[in-house]
């Protein structure tokens, strides 16, 4: 994912490490951290592959800065992460949602709108119970015994409901 969501903005625009940094954390949301150590490996990585390239230019106090953009390879990458994002991209919800954040950059609406539908087809199957009895019997929320617990199929009910409506919104399936 770090991948996707460093070409993602690149994509927009080039960016200093620490700005791109700054926008992969808010986008990850509160709480998350990102270190030197994940990023510029990444960086790196991308870089050597042809996905990116840093160039040098002068920052404050006399000190280099490196600015980081986006190639033609790098956004034919990112193209196909957003064709084809993998199963965990498209089952989990947080992983998901950095899809999202990109589909806009997918030049084919045929090609947004398939990752859409595969998403959709994910949330209208059934899904696992998230607590099981001791005999291996889903447990119904409503015989859950702890209110927490009742509360988080809850609220991952109603989201699942709400995301399956936008889906279906953004599909004119309705």
């Excluded at 087809?121 to 696992?128: E, G, R, V």
């Excluded at 702890?146 to 953004?170: H, K």
Aim: net charge positive; charged share 30%; glycine share 8%.
């Amino acid at each position: 994912m770090l991948t996707l969501k460093i070409l993602g903005f690149l994509d927009d625009g080039p960016l200093h490490g620490y700005e791109l940094r700054r926008r992969i954390v808010e986008l990850d949301g509160p709480g998350s951290h990102l270190s030197d150590g994940a990023l510029y490996p990444a960086l790196a990585r991308l870089e050597k592959a042809g996905y990116l390239v840093r160039t040098e230019e002068p920052g404050g106090r006399g000190r280099m800065r490196r600015r980081v953009e986006i190639t033609t390879a790098g956004r034919e990458r990112l193209h196909a992460l957003l064709r084809h994002p993998d199963e965990a991209a498209m089952t989990s919800m947080p992983r998901f949602l950095t899809v999202l954040a990109f589909l806009s950059h997918l030049p084919s609406a045929a090609e947004r709108q398939a990752v859409l539908r595969r998403r959709l087809a994910i949330l209208q199957a059934p899904s696992p119970a998230f607590f099981y009895d001791t005999d291996g019997t889903p447990r119904r929320a409503a015989r859950e015994p702890d209110p927490y617990r009742r509360g988080m199929v809850r609220v991952a009910g109603a989201a699942r409901r709400a995301e399956i409506d936008w889906l279906r919104g953004m599909l004119d399936e309705r």
